[in-house]
């Protein structure tokens, strides 16, 4: 079972940048990809960013094309997301998860239900 910490959340003011990272306990293998979601009170669980375990093939929600990038270190067994031009629509609590193909692909999960495993989230708020 892969275990997942995130981190690098905070406050920070409309235009800002924030980048957080979503570590594994151990070695992520090439049958996982990693996805980012957010969610707010009230709200299901939105998908942000994924990348495949190559980091070839990335996927974005409409609401940060542009402005965040996803990226992965396999030898920190760390993913990325930095996040640049934050509005304060992007408040929220930022999950990383962990999607388990069984076979080596480059297809990159959307969807919650995809997803086994998760981290306890990190909060980002951006306030003036």
């Known amino acids: 079972q892969v275990r997942l910490v995130e981190s690098g959340g905070g406050l920070v003011q409309p235009g800002g940048s924030l980048r957080l990272a979503c570590a594994a306990s151990?070695?992520?293998?090439?049958?996982?990809?990693i996805g980012w979601f957010r969610q707010t009170p009230g709200k299901e669980r939105e998908f942000v960013a994924g990348?495949?375990?190559?980091?070839?093939?990335?996927k974005y929600g409409d609401s940060v094309k542009d402005r965040f990038t996803i990226n992965r270190d396999n030898l920190k067994n760390t993913v990325y997301l930095q996040m640049n031009s934050l509005k304060p629509e992007d408040t929220a609590v930022y999950y990383c998860?962990?999607?388990?193909?069984?076979?080596?692909?480059?297809?990159?999960?959307?969807?919650?239900?995809?997803?086994?495993?998760w981290g306890q989230g990190t909060q980002v708020t951006v306030s003036s």
């Open positions: 998860g962990a999607h388990e193909l069984g076979q080596v692909s480059e297809y990159v999960a959307p969807y919650v239900y995809e997803y086994a495993y």
């Open positions: 151990e070695f992520i293998p090439d049958d996982h990809a």
């Open positions: 990348i495949s375990w190559t980091g070839i093939s990335t």
